[in-house]
């Protein structure tokens, strides 16, 4: 049957203001490949080896958790020029543990924006313990310039998607991954083998979680 102008006019109205299905956030994934080579790959089965004790063929994961992070590094693509390289240079209480240089799997600017640097189930350096599993969403900014509103909005968004395709149980900030030491989830050869982390910290976990609040995410163990 078909609508009379005006029901037509209420009717997209109410589509447009009132239904929440119509009136999601929507976001796009732009695609800004990091380098990897058979040499990342390489490094990639040796720290699944020897830092998780996992052997594999291929350098991948199976996600059941997000990393939030932030970069400390103050744009785009300064951020994408530490990631790029195979391996990690200046950063001796990393290096001993691995040459693989740190990475996470997307990117996510101050504006927003939204850049995928590897597949989702891609092995990423990017938390202790838990890189075989997680996968890491890093945030434009740091202590001298603090994440926005428009990254807390794309990281729910981009999570969201993210749980939809792999059912993810967990969600956390890079500060809160020391919870799951001693635990099954926790994976790292070494005991003594940890770094300090503040990252994004307890205000925009809040903030993020409470847009996620209805996904009923675990913080801990």
Known sequence: ??????IL???ILFQVFFNP????????IFDKPILFDE????????YLKNRHGIEKETATIVPTMVVVHWTAVYSLESTFDVFNPVQLGGRPELTAASNLNVSAHFLVDQDGTIFRLLPDTTFARHTIGLNYTAIGIENIG???APLTKAQVKANAALIRYLNKKYKLTYVIGH???YAFQGTPIWKETDPN???QKQDPGPKFMKRLRKKLADLNFKSNP
């Open 175 to 177: 500060h809160e991954y």
């Open 9 to 11: 006019f209420l009717f």
């Open 39 to 46: 040499e990342r790959e390489r490094l990639s089965l040796e």
């Open 193 to 195: 083998y940890l770094t």
């Open 21 to 28: 299905v119509a009136n999601a956030q929507t976001f796009r």
């Open 1 to 6: 049957m078909k609508k009379s102008a005006p």
């Open 142 to 144: 740091g202590p001298d």
